[in-house]
T-cell receptor, first 112, second 109 residues
Framework: DGGITQSPKYLFRKEGQNVTLSCEQN?????MYWYRQDPGQGLRLIYY???????QKGDIAEGYSVSREKKESFPLTVTSAQKNPTAFYLC???????????FGEGSWLTVV | RKEVEQDPGPFNVPEGATVAFNCTYS??????FFWYRQDCRKEPKLLMS???SGNEDGRFTAQLNRASQYISLLIRDSKLSDSATYLC??????????FGAGTTVTVRA
């Protein structure tokens, strides 16, 4: 079955550490996205990529980095520069413009 | 001004009631519109796309008003299982997706 796989589902980070969240899709989708969701809040766009080797900053890109070396993969690194990283992170993808958005199951990141 | 705004609610309704809420968007060039449902601590899941002519899926009806730049969702004969947060999603032709903050609906027995 096609879909998006995020890992890990739960991650604990010590202050000052970088961590990378994985997002893989086998839907042959061109566009991929990373969102952050805080408790009781909506989704905020971190980064998105329309094609391989290209990506754009979203509304809250500071303290995050991404890469898009393969169509299937769009990993997100939460760097030590992100001062308040504890949140629910969602990866999404969409194919042809206007098509349904598919989400991964999300990753919970907690700073300890 | 936010690109997409929703009434956060919560809408607290009895089973069997009808509940409706809107979502406004600021980009007049927006092309695609969706309603997603999100349960607590889960990823959003597609409820329905919104078409220009309006569309219905069982107890759910979605409308689009381009002139006033809003979409709406109406839920008839509410069930306990309809309790969730409903997210409005708007897409422009540059693949950028904009989400509303969500409208919380609680259906009580």
């Amino acid at each position: 079955d096609g879909g998006i796989t995020q890992s890990p589902k739960y991650l604990f980070r010590k202050e000052g550490q970088n961590v990378t969240l994985s997002c893989e899709q086998n839907l042959n989708h061109d566009a991929m996205y990373w969102y952050r969701q805080d408790p009781g809040q909506g989704l905020r766009l971190i980064y998105y990529s329309q094609i391989v080797n290209d990506f754009q900053k979203g509304d809250i890109a500071e303290g995050y980095s991404v890469s898009r070396e393969k169509k299937e993969s769009f990993p997100l690194t939460v760097t030590s520069a992100q001062k308040n990283p504890t949140a629910f992170y969602l990866c999404a993808s969409t194919g042809t413009y206007g098509n349904t958005i598919y989400f991964g199951e999300g990753s919970w990141l907690t700073v300890v | 001004r936010k690109e997409v705004e929703q009434d956060p609610g919560p809408f607290n309704v009895p089973e069997g009631a009808t509940v409706a809420f809107n979502c406004t968007y600021s980009n007049s060039a927006s092309q695609s519109f969706f309603w997603y449902r999100q349960d607590c601590r889960k990823e959003p899941k597609l409820l329905m796309s919104v078409y220009s002519s309006g569309n219905e899926d069982g107890r759910f009806t979605a409308q689009l008003n381009r002139a006033s730049q809003y979409i709406s969702l109406l839920i008839r004969d509410s069930k306990l299982s309809d309790s969730a947060t409903y997210l409005c999603v708007v897409s422009s032709n540059d693949y950028k997706l904009s989400f509303g903050a969500g409208t919380t609906v609680t259906v009580r027995a």
